[in-house]
């Protein structure tokens, strides 16, 4: 099934690998649909920390010049390939693709594998959506990893953060209680303010001290979107046999002891996984922070803005019909 769809299409692109300086809008062709792939209307795309490194030249820019990055976003099925079943045209979903063959989510079109996309859930609006796919799924890939059980004490370090804040969030509707350290006063206001038992600036508190009165007989689980002396000391507050999960990429790898099993991973995408986070998503409450929504045009600054503090995602909003926010939300 297939609307009309143009030819060409409007995109961020890169000619070259380099800095922010190498982006710029350009018109290209649109992706051609193949039998199980899915043909989405961008509204939203999220901005990574990863992207400045994949425009510099690091692996993900899959395919060949000119070069359209953007791992997740949000939008409108327009066309669907003749062997997919998981959605149809108009459809509001939400995917995420690291290195997709056929571009990115910067563009007004993305096309994609079926198995890389889901329906939206319903407590997310579209515009939030478009910053959920690799946050929401790197977040759960790493706690489901950690087998974590009803009211075990798990801290989150860098919570405030695009995957740390869902983190969070996913932690809480799994039934554990959980320290949330946030980067600055914002962050930690942030991360009490989307649910965190305990709160803790990790630029200013005392982390060691809040964590052993969280937690006096030791954590069970640690979660870590960054790194650093405060978090190596905090670790070392594990119970024996605990657990300490963090995405590969993170860097230096955090010190724990020999008796705590450290778990590195890959926030890897499938329907399975994407169908988890949804019916998790819908049994409590939840939010996607965007702190910041940039037009296309904005690209170059927003590459260095990603790589700067801020609470946690950026976005891209494709659709020119669109309100531009660039207000940090006041929920």
Not at 48 to 69: H, R
Not at 215 to 223: F, I, K, N, T
Request: proline share 5%; glycine share 14%; net charge negative.
């Amino acid at each position: 099934m297939s609307q009309t769809i143009p030819s060409s299409m409007k995109a961020v692109v890169i000619d070259r690998y380099g800095g922010p300086e190498v982006l710029h809008t350009a018109t290209i062709p649109v992706p051609e649909v193949g039998e199980w792939d899915v043909l989405v209307q961008v509204e939203t795309a999220g901005i990574g920390e990863w992207d400045p490194w994949i425009v510099a030249g690091g692996p993900g820019g899959a395919g060949v010049f000119p070069l359209v990055i953007g791992s997740d976003g949000s939008g409108k099925v327009v066309a669907t390939g003749l062997m997919v079943k998981r959605v149809k045209v108009g459809d509001l979903v939400y995917g995420y693709a690291f290195g997709n063959p056929k571009g990115g989510f910067f563009a007004e079109y993305v096309c994609l594998h079926e198995g890389n996309l889901a329906l939206i859930p319903k407590k997310v609006s579209l515009e939030e959506a478009g910053a959920l796919g690799a946050s929401g799924l790197t977040a759960l890939i790493g706690l489901l990893q950690m087998d974590l059980i009803d009211e075990q004490k798990v801290m989150i370090f860098g919570a405030s953060g695009g995957v740390g804040h869902v983190a969070l969030q996913l932690a809480k509707l799994m039934g554990a209680q959980v320290l949330a350290v946030g980067s600055g006063k914002d962050g930690a206001r942030l991360v009490k303010r989307l649910g965190a038992d305990v709160s803790v600036d990790g630029r200013t508190d005392d982390l060691k001290a809040a964590v052993e009165k969280f937690a006096p007989e030791g954590l069970d689980a640690a979660m870590a979107f960054a790194s650093g002396p405060q978090l190596d000391e905090a670790l070392k507050q594990l119970k024996e046999g605990g657990k300490i999960a963090f995405p590969n990429g993170v860097e230096p790898i955090p010190e724990v002891r020999t008796d705590v099993k450290v778990i590195a991973y890959d926030g890897v995408p499938n329907t399975e996984i994407f169908d988890h986070l949804n019916e998790l998503i819908e049994t409590g409450k939840f939010a996607v922070e965007i702190s910041r929504t940039y037009t296309m045009d904005e690209m170059g600054q927003a590459m260095k803005d990603v790589q700067k503090h801020h609470l946690g995602k950026l976005a891209l909003g494709v659709r020119p019909d669109r309100k531009e926010r660039t207000a940090e939300k006041t929920r």
